[in-house]
Structure formats: structure tokens, C-alpha cells
């Protein structure tokens, strides 16, 4: 293993991590302006969140490229022992921080991404408990098709 390879491969995680902890500034700030029922920001932010996930997805491939040319597979990554011999074991510890902090970037989008998930889940049951109501259980309707 070249000492290009080692470098890319740590500016690839550097990189990854980078868009990571954006996705998970996005997020905040997209809950935030739902919260306060801004749909203008609320527009804006789901904008940058699918810029975002574009530039997600070519740093995923990057490092799936520099994997594969490596000889490595995404499961040797939390392999202590497949990094060090790869690496060598002054490389595979600045690697094994880097990757860490990936980890750590990654997972506060995983948590985020929940709990959008349960608030959508929450808004969905107002929603249709209200239509209930103003339906009165679906007997009344709400609007006239024919105008």
C-alpha cells in the first residue's frame, strides 16, 4: 500500500465526515424552522439536505473506490487488526480516530433522521385527529368536488 493511498483514504473519511456533520447542522436547523412553521426555511433546508446527500453519495463512492483498491472491504474498516496490517500502526491509529470521528458524525444524522421520523409520525396523528373532528369521524364533508 502506497503512502497516496493511506493519505486519500484519510481525506476521503476527513471528507465524508465533513458532509456528515453538515447533514446533521441541516437537520437541526430544518426542526428548528418546522417548529416554528417557517415553510420558506423549511424549503431552503430540504434544498441544502438533497445537495447534501448528492455530495454524500460521491464521497461514499470515493472511499468505496479507495477501499477496492486497497484490498479492503467497509467491514475491515472496525477491524483493528485488518487497518493496523494495512496501515501500518502509526497510520491505522490516525486512521482509526478519523474513522471514529466518522462514526460519531454519522450516527447523530442516524438519530436526527429518527427523530424527524417520530415528529412526522406525531404530526400525522394531529393531523388526522383534527380532519376527524372537523369531519366529525368522516360524516361531514369539507369540501364541495362539484365547485
Known amino acids: 500500500m502506497t503512502d497516496n493511498e493511506k493519505k ?9 465526515t465533513a458532509e456528515f456533520e453538515k447533514m446533521a447542522d441541516v437537520i437541526r436547523r430544518k426542526h428548528e424552522a418546522i417548529a416554528k412553521l417557517d415553510t420558506i426555511n423549511v424549503q431552503g433546508l430540504v434544498s441544502e439536505e438533497l445537495v447534501l446527500l448528492n455530495n454524500i453519495r460521491i464521497v461514499e463512492k470515493e472511499r468505496s473506490d479507495v477501499l477496492k483498491s486497497m484490498m479492503l472491504s467497509a467491514k475491515d474498516l472496525n477491524d483493528e487488526g485488518a487497518i493496523t496490517a494495512k496501515l501500518g500502526n502509526e497510520d491505522s491509529a490516525t486512521y482509526r480516530k478519523l474513522h471514529a470521528e466518522f462514526q ?44
Not at 486519500?8 to 465524508?16: F, K
Not at 404530526?123 to 360524516?139: C, M, Q, V, Y
Request: aromatic share 4%; hydrophobic share 50%.
Open 8 to 16: 486519500h483514504l484519510m481525506m476521503v473519511t476527513v471528507a465524508e
Open 104 to 147: 460519531n458524525a454519522f450516527n447523530k444524522v442516524v438519530q436526527l433522521n429518527n427523530m424527524s421520523r417520530i415528529l412526522l409520525l406525531h404530526s400525522l396523528a394531529f393531523i388526522r385527529k383534527n380532519i376527524s373532528i372537523l369531519t366529525n369521524d368522516g360524516n361531514r364533508r369539507l369540501v364541495d368536488r362539484r365547485a
